[in-house]
């Protein structure tokens, strides 16, 4: 193969990027074009399929052209936001559908019902997940229910998470998803002994097994983009799923090893090795890659939002002009004033799953300022993670550190603070965009320019270590209060 690039799609939830890296690592260039977010109604959250593919495919033609054409591009990685779905016409490759963003609340009744009729446990036993809206399986369910142009295609239907959508695109018509974004699907069954889309599960969300990809490894040969798109065909090497990508990229590869993204929500995974793991705590069994049809698992704690929280102070509430000033604002004040934000604003994730929680914000007095809302935001992330930290202990799972990643950790007292209040040292790459990163060791595995995930750990780069540095006291009484904030949250839910 000629050239020596890699470019990685990285298809998020606010907005859709293509990098051009190096072999090595090291980030040639970068195009961005925001993504829109449709509300059609309170929890409901929805893309236009037709203009992820349309900023895909801009994106990507950028990098080409700075890597003076396709053929100096080895491979291309794909990373994507997981539990999205995008219905299409097989003969067209075009949307026929909204896509239900992971974020959307709509079937929160129809997995209500379901554990009411005692369905959690089957799922759960198969798939690692619970009955959720948050999963693919019941909003294809409800969209097949709801939405009569689908059935109306018939057998031209196709369906499938954002990763496959774009290899549709991009191919011309190859319908496969990789092992990780199908383990986010609730369809799969995800064992060492399985891991193919599993018949009760399609039964149970009412999904027929014809319309959905064919699942894969993360690394290999998967097919070539069509020669009218880029110029010349170029290789597609490797995929995964964003949190699984922003674990390899923060080479997470032996057990024990934790990472948090804090990205829109706030993701962390613990590597399990090739033993699936079982939660008695909430939190989800998920496939961290698979090569050579080999599975490594890793048990996640999924919060729903985070960075999403300071966009919102900005966008909707017009408190914040610009997302960084909310370190100089924390920094601005000695404490957090008694204010405490749960930021349930689409329900409450892990540990917790509590899709009809509300946000909140207590503690409010008249010496409260604009400042210590800000601060409040930014301390609802350690919270959150510290009540995850708990249950990944009770798991006999609990983290050493936490290597930490996503647009929100450029935000130093922010990383500080989670060292603090989680009392372990927390480890930030230099290159915080490890989600894309991982969907580019992955490619270089696939093109065979690494023998594996561990020889392309050199992608990695240098990291900064925060250290703990908090009374011990203070940390007691911090979280006494965020305990007490997530109590009244959780006690106004309904049941």
Known sequence: MSGGHILVIDEGTTSTRAMLFAVNGTLIASAQKPLTQHYPAPGLVEHDAAEIWEHSLSCARQMVD???????I????????????????RRTGEPVAPAIVWQDRRTADDCAALKRAGQESVVQAKTGLLLDPYFSGSKIGWALKNWP???ALGEHLAVGTVESYLIYRLTGGLHISDATNASRTALMAIGPDSGQWDDDLLSLFGVPRQILPQVTDCAGEFGNTKAELFGAPIPIMGMAGDQQAATIGQACLLPGQTKATFGTG????TQTGMIMPRSGHKLLSTIAWQLDGQRHYALEGSVFVAGSLVQWLRDDLGLIARADETEELARSVADNGGVYLVPALSGL???HWRPDARGLISGLSFSAKKAHLARAALEAMAYQAHDLKSAYAADKSDWAELRIDGGMVANDWMAQDLADILNIPVERPAFIETTALGAAMLAAVGAGIYGNLSEAAVMRGQVERFEPNMDANIRKNRLSGWANAVGKVVGHARS
């Open 149 to 151: 142009q689908l059935s």
């Open 74 to 89: 080895v491979a291309i990685g794909i990373t994507n936001q997981r539990e999205t779905v995008v219905f299409w016409d």
């Open 266 to 269: 706030a993701f962390i995974l």
């Open 349 to 351: 994730g892990a540990p």
């Open 66 to 72: 700075q890597a003076d054409g396709a053929g100096q």
